[in-house]
């Protein structure tokens, strides 16, 4: 992650959870649904929570997982995810998701909220592969993420000759962050993730008005 990704979140910790309380009723429904699903999906799982920040959606995949690590780069959103109270033995650690630290075959769940959007799709690839390999066979993933929706977030930037896009979000002090954030196509997801597992089907896919998640079970391509 880069370190101007790492200061927006630091700065943004104490202000993050905002996002889920938006007065929406279909953004509410949308997100109370891809909860329950990744509750489901989750259960009875040894989980690792890559990007886990301030714990959020670590919290509620606790009430059914078996275990959780959560793994962030930033100290500052883990204190607060430290900070919360869990329903199966949960442990946060310092760690960059594109150099996840545990051995092949570690975990038989993986849960990715909100993160995919931030990798630059030049490193798309790479990352899954990461996560992939501290993944037993027959693992459970779910990754979710938010839609493109005009005038929310920031306006969307392009960069010449760069196929990633990006937002310019300004915190509640007035700073102002330059961000990657990259939207995708229920198509563009069945080809990215065909390639890495061959189990992936549009069934594996809810792509919403607010949300999308994927769902799958490992196994490889």
């Not at 910790?13 to 989750?42: V, W």
Request: aromatic share 12%; net charge negative; glycine share 8%.
């Amino acid at each position: 992650m880069s370190n101007d990704m790492v200061k927006y979140y630091k700065d943004r910790a104490k202000e993050y959870e905002q996002i889920y309380e938006r007065n929406d009723p279909r953004r509410q429904e949308e997100q109370d649904l891809m909860g329950g699903e990744m509750k489901r999906f989750l259960s009875g799982m040894d989980v690792i929570d890559i990007g886990c920040g301030t714990g959020y959606w670590t919290q509620g995949a606790s009430e059914t997982a078996r275990s959780i690590v959560g793994i962030d780069v930033n100290q500052t959103v883990l204190d607060i995810a430290i900070s919360k109270t869990y329903r199966c033995p949960t442990e946060f650690k310092v760690m960059d998701a594109y150099r996840i630290e545990y051995p092949e075959k570690t975990f038989s769940g993986a849960l990715a909220s909100f993160w995919l959007s931030h990798v630059r799709r030049e490193d798309l690839d790479e990352w899954i592969e990461q996560m992939h390999r501290v993944l037993k066979p027959g693992a459970h993933v779910f990754l979710s993420d938010n839609t493109f929706i005009e005038g929310i977030g920031g306006d969307s930037i392009s960069k010449p000759g760069d196929p990633n896009t990006y937002k310019l979000r300004t915190l509640n002090d007035g700073s102002k962050h330059l961000i990657v954030k990259n939207y995708f196509t229920k198509d563009e997801f069945l080809e990215l993730f065909s390639r890495h597992t061959g189990c992936i089907t549009g069934e594996n896919i809810f792509h919403g008005r607010c949300f999308w998640w994927i769902k799958y079970t490992l196994v490889r391509a």
